[in-house]
């Protein structure tokens, strides 16, 4: 079993820039592919981003390229994203997920999954 607890959700302003963490535990973290999805209200969860379990491939949904940064820190046990320039658009519940292995082929498919952390930027 695989404990994923996500942190650093807010109220930002459109522009504004927000880093959020994911603190892992259960497994060896680094046997873990890692990988971000959101969730916008009257919608299905979709794809933002992932990483390898080294931390040397990395993918990104189209809408998030550029702006968003995913990383991990396998002496902490840690996951993140930066998210800068952040838009209306980005407004959702995000949630960190893990799978042991390797990141497979999209559609991604995830074991475990934290309970999600709101980022809210206002219109």
């Known amino acids: 079993q695989v404990l994923l607890v996500e942190s650093g959700g807010g109220l930002v302003q459109a522009g504004d820039s927000l880093r959020l963490s994911c603190a892992a535990s259960?497994?060896?973290?680094?046997?873990?592919?890692m990988g971000w999805f959101r969730q916008a209200p009257g919608k299905e969860r979709e794809f933002v981003a992932v990483?390898?379990?080294?931390?040397?491939?990395?993918y990104y949904a189209d809408s998030v390229k550029g702006r968003f940064t995913i990383s991990r820190d396998n002496a902490k046990n840690m996951l993140y994203l930066q998210m800068y320039t952040l838009k209306p658009e980005d407004t959702a519940v995000y949630y960190c997920?893990?799978?042991?292995?390797?990141?497979?082929?999209?559609?991604?498919?995830?074991?475990?999954w934290g309970q999600g952390t709101q980022v809210t930027v206002p219109s």
């Open positions: 259960g497994r060896t973290f680094s046997n873990l592919a």
């Open positions: 990483i390898s379990r080294a931390g040397g491939i990395t």
């Open positions: 997920a893990a799978k042991l292995g390797g990141l497979g082929i999209p559609p991604y498919d995830f074991d475990y």
